[in-house]
């Protein structure tokens, strides 16, 4: 059975760091896309970056600030965001695929989600 397992977030101040944690179990992930996505109250779930094999894709309200990295059997994906802003505050989400995707749509397994609060 196909797990992914977010974990890492809280509240943390406008300007603060925090690094975000999927565990992935269930199947090989190796091949596949890891995407990260967020879902802010009353709005719709948005990309925020995704990694294949070692090729990184972000959305440009988060490039230069977030990073996501993983091992090479993505059996964890991180993302390690930075300069946090209080509109980065959502629920945030790991999503896996098999092929190239930046639409929440496309993405077969999702984890529960982790709570990201950014004070100003």
């Known amino acids: 059975q196909v797990q992914l397992v977010e974990s890492g977030g809280g509240l943390v101040q406008a300007g603060g760091s925090l690094r975000l944690s999927c565990a992935a179990s269930g199947r090989t992930f190796s091949n596949y896309v890891m995407g990260w996505f967020r879902q802010a109250p009353g709005k719709e779930r948005e990309f925020v970056a995704l990694i294949i094999r070692s090729n990184t894709v972000y959305a440009d309200s988060v490039k230069g600030r977030f990073t996501i990295s993983g091992d090479s059997a993505k059996t964890t994906v991180y993302l390690q965001m930075s300069g946090l802003k209080p509109e980065d505050t959502a629920v945030y989400y790991c999503?896996?695929?098999?092929?190239?995707?930046?639409?929440?749509?496309?993405?077969?397994?999702w984890g529960q989600g982790t709570q990201v609060t950014v004070s100003s």
């Open positions: 999503g896996a695929r098999r092929f190239y995707s930046t639409s929440y749509r496309d993405y077969d397994y």
